[in-house]
């Protein structure tokens, strides 16, 4: 089984940046689509990113161009980078490994974007 921890999350003013971590232990995740998803209240949750195990980036149009998505296979974590940030991108962030129907998931770490 493994183990995903959030961390990073806190309050921003708009414009501003975070970067979340996801720390991955208990298994070795390398070939698994590692994804970050955020819920914010009364909505869904949502995608907002994911790098394939072959480091293939890719992002919700929401997002484009002002996060980025990492991962580090030999430190096992994996990285959000949040440029620019808007009030509607307030929410619980969660990190995600998946691998056919092979799913984990983090406990989630809030991101707050308010003046």
């Known amino acids: 089984q493994a183990q995903l921890v959030e961390s990073g999350g806190g309050l921003v003013q708009p414009g501003g940046s975070l970067t979340l971590s996801c720390a991955i232990s208990g298994k070795r995740l390398d070939p698994y689509t590692m994804a970050w998803y955020r819920q914010s209240p009364r909505k869904q949750r949502e995608w907002v990113a994911e790098?394939?195990?072959?480091?293939?980036?890719s992002y919700d149009e929401s997002v484009k161009g002002r996060f980025t998505i990492s991962r580090d296979n030999r430190k096992n974590i994996v990285s959000l980078q949040m440029n620019n940030l808007k009030p509607e991108d307030t929410g619980v962030y969660y990190c995600?490994?998946?691998?056919?129907?092979?799913?984990?998931w983090g406990q989630g770490t809030q991101v707050t974007v308010s003046s």
């Open positions: 790098i394939s195990g072959g480091m293939m980036p």
């Open positions: 995600q490994g998946k691998l056919d129907a092979t799913v984990y």
